[in-house]
């Protein structure tokens, strides 16, 4: 009888052998995963150096503006607008974003992040468990916005107004 017991518990213990090195694998395959999509985005500096603001000038115009207007979401209210400056405005779950949508269980803490430039206003996700979502396609790189384009974060839905 104690032989038998001695086996079944040998195979309960490779079992959990087993099952831990499969865990372990799968944590670290999920890290690399996420280190390498942050490897791929563009890294942009926004800042320039004290010598690159000598070229700079003046009469530069100031980077392009618009609003969000809210569509649909359980936190803000329906037409809801918040403006888009000069200044960057992030969005997500929590309270430390320009936008918090605090009850949103599909949005990650800092999710979305839109940002006035030159050329226009840009949205990037921010590493976003769910993602983000431009016009029902996912964001996997920062992407320019037109009018009416609707951003999708968490079950938030936000349109681009100019």
Do not use: C
């Amino acid at each position: 009888m104690m032989v038998s017991d001695s086996v079944a518990v040998d195979e309960l213990l490779l079992v959990l052998k087993i099952a831990f090195l499969v865990l372990l694998y799968l944590f670290i395959w999920r890290i690399v995963r996420t280190a390498s999509r942050d490897l791929r985005l563009p890294q942009e500096s926004f800042v320039l150096a004290p010598s690159a603001a000598v070229g700079v000038q003046a009469s530069r115009p100031g980077p392009l503006t618009g609003r969000l207007v809210v569509v649909k979401s359980a936190d803000l209210a329906d037409g809801e607008d918040f403006e888009l400056n000069s200044a960057q405005l992030t969005i997500g779950r929590g309270n430390q974003n320009d936008v918090p949508i605090a009850t949103d269980e599909y949005a990650s803490v800092r999710h979305a992040r839109f940002e006035p430039r030159q050329d226009g206003v840009w949205v990037q996700d921010l590493g976003s468990t769910n993602g983000t979502f431009l016009n029902g396609t996912r964001l996997d790189r920062p992407r320019r916005l037109t009018q009416g384009d609707i951003v999708r974060v968490g079950e938030t839905d936000l349109r681009y107004e100019s």
